[in-house]
């Protein structure tokens, strides 16, 4: 089992930043993608930044250049930096964490609200 705690959500106004932490612990495979999801009300639950343990990075179309996705493999943490943050990236923030071939695990979620 693993388990997946989120820290960092808050309410900001428009144009600040917030940092999102995500501590795994458990039975973690040194193979695996970490990764953050958002899901806004009356909204599917999307993609917005995954990291590979070996690095690789991807970023939604509407993040790039403002988010920055990172991890700490020694500390089992993984991390998103958000800048230049909008109105729309108001959202429930989801830390994931898929074993290579096995099934996902997910955290509780951490509220970000950004004002207009």
């Known amino acids: 089992q693993v388990q997946l705690v989120e820290s960092g959500g808050g309410l900001v106004q428009t144009g600040g930043s917030l940092r999102l932490s995500c501590a795994a612990s458990g039975s973690i495979f040194e193979i695996n993608t970490m990764g953050w999801y958002r899901q806004a009300p009356g909204k599917q639950r999307e993609m917005v930044a995954i990291?590979?343990?070996?690095?690789?990075?991807n970023y939604a179309d509407s993040v790039k250049g403002r988010f920055t996705i990172s991890r700490d493999n020694a500390k089992n943490t993984m991390y998103l930096q958000m800048n230049s943050l909008k109105p729309e990236d108001t959202a429930v923030y989801y830390c994931n964490l898929t074993p290579w071939r096995k099934s996902a695990y997910w955290g509780q979620g951490t509220q970000v609200t950004v004002s207009s």
């Open positions: 990291i590979t343990s070996g690095g690789t990075i």
